[in-house]
C-alpha cells in the first residue's frame, strides 16, 4: 500500500489547502489520490457515484480504510437512505479521517452526523443550496462541525446564480463570516472545472484566497499543487512577515496603533510557512 503524501500526512486538516474529491466506485484511484499534492483527500460516495453504485462503492472505501489507507469521506445527504447505510458502514473504518456532509442545511443534520460517528470524528458541513446557505452561521456553531465547505456547482444549480466571481461573492462571504463566528478554520470554497489548466486554476483561486477562503475542492489531482500555492502566503508576504519579526526582536518600538495587528499578521505568516513548508520552496 503506497504510502501518503507525507508533507500532507503531517499537515492539519484546519490548514488544509486542496481537498480533493476522488471517485469511491473507482478504486483504483485511491492511491495516486493519496499520492499527490492534495493536503486532504475525500474518496467519495455522493455526487460522483450512480445509485445503482453506491454499495459498490461504499465497500470499495471500507476495505480501503481499513486496508491501511486513510482519507475524508464524502457521505450521502441526511434526506437519502444512504445516510444511515454509508455511517454504519464507516463507523468500523480503521482509517477514517472524517466525513463531508453532502447538502448540509440544519445544524441538526451535523450533529446526528457526528453523534453515530466513533467519538471525535470530525464533519465537515457541504453547504449547496439557498436553505443551507441560510443557516449557514447556526451550522457552523452545531456540536460536531469542523468546517464549512461550499458546493458551488448544485448552490449555483439550486439558485440560478452565475459563476461570475461577483454574483458569487454574497453566499462566499456568508460562508466566511459563518466560519468566524463559529470559530472554526476557514472555508472550503468549489471546486476549479475539472478541465481548467494550471493558469486558470491559479486565477479562480486567487478569488478563492480574496474572499477570505482558505481551501477549495478539486475533482483533478493534478490542481492540487496549483490550489496549494494561490492559497498560500506569497514570497512577498513571508519576506515581510520575516522582517518584521525580526524587527520586532531586535527591540522595534510601537510606533502606531496599527504595530499589533500588523505583528500578528506578520506572526500568522510565519506560522503557515513553517507548517507548508515554505521556507525553503
Not at 56 to 70: F, P
Not at 244 to 272: C, E, F, N, T, W
Request: hydrophobic share 45%.
Amino acid at each position: 500500500m503506497p504510502l501518503r503524501n507525507r508533507r500532507a500526512a503531517a499537515l492539519p486538516a484546519k490548514l488544509s489547502r486542496s481537498w480533493l474529491l476522488v471517485n469511491a466506485a473507482k478504486p483504483e484511484d485511491f492511491a495516486p489520490g493519496l499520492a499527490s499534492e492534495a493536503d486532504s483527500v475525500l474518496f467519495d460516495m455522493e455526487a460522483a457515484v450512480p445509485a445503482g453504485k453506491k454499495d459498490q462503492a461504499r465497500a470499495n472505501v471500507v476495505e480501503a480504510l481499513n486496508g491501511g489507507m486513510s482519507a475524508w469521506v464524502r457521505i450521502n445527504g441526511i434526506d437519502t437512505d444512504d445516510w444511515q447505510q454509508d455511517l454504519e458502514a464507516l463507523s468500523k473504518a480503521e482509517g477514517l479521517r472524517g466525513v463531508m456532509l453532502a447538502l448540509a442545511e440544519e445544524p441538526e443534520q451535523v450533529t446526528l452526523t457526528a453523534m453515530r460517528l466513533p467519538a471525535g470524528t470530525p464533519v465537515i458541513a457541504l453547504i449547496e443550496t439557498a436553505a443551507g446557505l441560510d443557516n449557514a452561521t447556526a451550522v457552523a456553531k452545531a456540536p460536531g462541525t469542523f468546517r464549512l465547505a461550499f458546493g458551488t456547482n448544485d448552490f449555483r444549480k439550486d439558485t440560478g446564480i452565475s459563476d461570475d466571481p461577483m454574483a458569487m461573492a454574497y453566499a462566499r462571504s456568508r460562508l466566511v463570516i459563518a466560519s468566524r463566528v463559529g470559530k472554526l478554520p476557514g472555508a472550503i470554497d468549489g471546486p476549479p472545472g475539472v478541465a481548467d489548466e494550471t493558469p486558470a486554476v491559479t486565477e479562480s483561486s486567487r478569488v478563492t484566497q480574496s474572499m477570505g477562503m482558505t481551501g477549495r475542492l478539486c475533482l483533478n489531482r493534478g490542481q492540487a499543487e496549483s490550489i496549494n500555492l494561490a492559497l498560500s502566503p506569497s514570497e512577498d508576504e513571508v519576506s515581510w512577515a520575516v522582517d518584521m519579526l525580526q524587527a520586532h526582536q531586535a527591540g522595534a518600538s510601537v510606533g502606531d496603533g496599527s504595530y499589533l495587528p500588523r505583528l500578528a499578521r506578520a506572526q500568522k505568516i510565519a506560522d503557515l510557512a513553517d507548517s507548508y513548508g515554505l521556507w525553503n520552496a
